[in-house]
């Protein structure tokens, strides 16, 4: 059954980072796009980055580009998200999801376009 697990949130002070994984099994990601989501209480989903897993072409959201980077080890079916110089407002349930990959780039910021979700992992950045 095609699963995705994500790993690595936790509490961490204000400019701190962590390192989110997300790992597939039961399916390779090599023909998929992988998005990364976050949600806070009261708060709608929010999509941070995406990556196409085939050639790493990736984007992210305004409010953490320059500060989050998304990587891929295809020998491992895991992609990752580096999180640098963290802010209370990046507190959420970060998930993972995989989405076909070949539609218009711009798409996959949707998250109506993903097909698999992990169940998410809790980021927590206070003093």
């Known amino acids: 059954q095609p699963q995705l697990v994500e790993s690595g949130g936790g509490l961490v002070q204000p400019g701190g980072s962590l390192s989110l994984s997300c790992v597939s099994s039961g399916f390779g990601l090599e023909h998929f796009v992988v998005g990364w989501f976050r949600q806070a209480p009261g708060k709608d989903r929010e999509g941070v980055s995406w990556?196409?897993?085939?050639?790493?072409?990736?984007n992210y959201a305004d409010s953490v580009r320059g500060r989050f980077t998304t990587s891929v080890d295809n020998a491992k079916n895991t992609v990752y998200l580096q999180m640098n110089n963290l802010k209370p407002e990046d507190s959420a349930v970060y998930y993972c999801?995989?989405?076909?990959?070949?539609?218009?780039?711009?798409?996959?910021?949707?998250?109506?376009?993903?097909?698999?979700w992990g169940r998410g992992t809790q980021v927590t950045v206070s003093s």
């Open positions: 990556i196409v897993v085939s050639n790493g072409t990736k």
């Open positions: 999801a995989a989405a076909p990959a070949g539609y218009f780039f711009s798409v996959y910021s949707d998250s109506r376009w993903y097909d698999y």
